[in-house]
């Protein structure tokens, strides 16, 4: 199964508009817990952030929710609600971080020993690993799609992805801190779909 940390990019071809001067506190909707938040400041080195704004080509609001991420999780790529933060007044275009949820058929099996040295694994979830360009989490949580013809059918489990280069990123923590902010914007994820109880996403980190 390829991961986020191996293909995940930003889209290109979304025009952004940006809300200047967000706070940690009220970036991707709110989602972020308190340690989370410290996260978020330690990798962008302030407290300052834009986040994309408008309307997708599928008339979906671009500002993130917890309930439009539940309410799209069985939805093609770019449907999908996504959060991008930025640093105040980046104008590379390259978001900080980008996060995106899908339902999930299935989930990766630990490999016996990690061949590579670049990928950090963490005790969250069913599956949870960050890398060069980001991190995965993959969660227990059964939802069901709301139509026969949706792109992904009735799942098991739920897909986090957090898309986040390193060369962007500050402070000696990255790996760990990409992993705390995408387990607590996922808690809130299965606390909105219900499923928080056997989703196995702890409010604390503990250590790889």
């Known amino acids: 199964m390829a991961l986020l940390v191996a293909s995940c990019s930003s889209d290109p071809e979304h025009e952004q508009a940006k809300t200047s001067g967000t706070s940690a506190s009220k970036v991707c909707g709110g989602a972020l817990d308190a340690s989370a938040r410290q996260a978020l400041r330690n990798l962008a080195g302030t407290d300052q952030f834009d986040e994309s704004t408008g309307a997708d080509g599928a008339g979906q609001p671009r500002t993130f929710s917890v309930q439009n991420a539940v309410r799209h999780l069985h939805d093609e790529y770019r449907q999908r609600a996504a959060c991008w933060v930025y640093r105040a007044g980046d104008e590379s275009g390259k978001p900080l971080l980008e996060i995106r949820f899908s339902a999930s058929q299935s989930y990766p099996a630990p490999p016996d020993r990690e061949v590579s040295g670049s ?62 902010i995408l387990n607590s914007v996922s808690r809130e994820v299965a606390q909105e779909a219900g499923c928080a109880s056997e989703a196995d996403l702890p409010t604390a980190v503990p250590d790889a």
């Open 119 to 180: 990928k950090v694994r963490y005790p969250v979830g069913l599956y949870a690993q960050v890398g060069r360009d980001g991190a995965d989490l993959f969660f227990r949580c059964p939802t069901r799609a709301e139509s026969k013809d949706a792109y992904i059918g009735d799942t098991k489990y739920v897909k986090a992805e957090l898309y986040s280069t390193r060369a962007q990123l500050r402070g000696d923590s990255v790996d760990k801190d990409r992993m705390v």
